[in-house]
Nanobody, 118 residues
Framework: QVQLVESGGGLVQAGGSLRLSCAASGRAVSTFPMGWFRQAPGKEREFVAAIRWTGGTTYADSVKGRFAISRDLAKNTMYLQMNSLKPEDTAVYYC????????????WGQGTQVTVSS
């Protein structure tokens, strides 16, 4: 059974940085596609970034150039480095994974709160 546990959220001022971590257990992060999503109060969950099992990455336009997704295979952990944070980045951030290459995201973490003050 795959489990994903996020950490690293918190309160930061606009323009600051945070790094989120997603520790995986039950399966190596190199063997399945993973991604980050976020949900702000009163809004639907939205895609932030993804990393394919090959290591290729994709970003939402709203975070391109500011956020970077990566993974450490030795630690079996995925990261989201967030720079130049804006108040509109405030949300609960979730890490997710796909059980199969063409499946939906069906592994989910519990979420970590990121709050950016102006």
């Amino acid at each position: 059974q795959v489990q994903l546990v996020e950490s690293g959220g918190g309160l930061v001022q606009a323009g600051g940085s945070l790094r989120l971590s997603c520790a995986a257990s039950g399966r190596a992060v190199s063997t399945f596609p993973m991604g980050w999503f976020r949900q702000a109060p009163g809004k639907e969950r939205e895609f932030v970034a993804a990393i394919r099992w090959t290591g290729g990455t994709t970003y939402a336009d709203s975070v391109k150039g500011r956020f970077a997704i990566s993974r450490d295979l030795a630690k079996n952990t995925m990261y989201l480095q967030m720079n130049s944070l804006k108040p509109e980045d405030t949300a609960v951030y979730y890490c997710a994974g796909k059980s199969g290459l063409f499946s939906e995201y069906d592994y989910w973490g519990q979420g970590t709160q990121v709050t950016v003050s102006s």
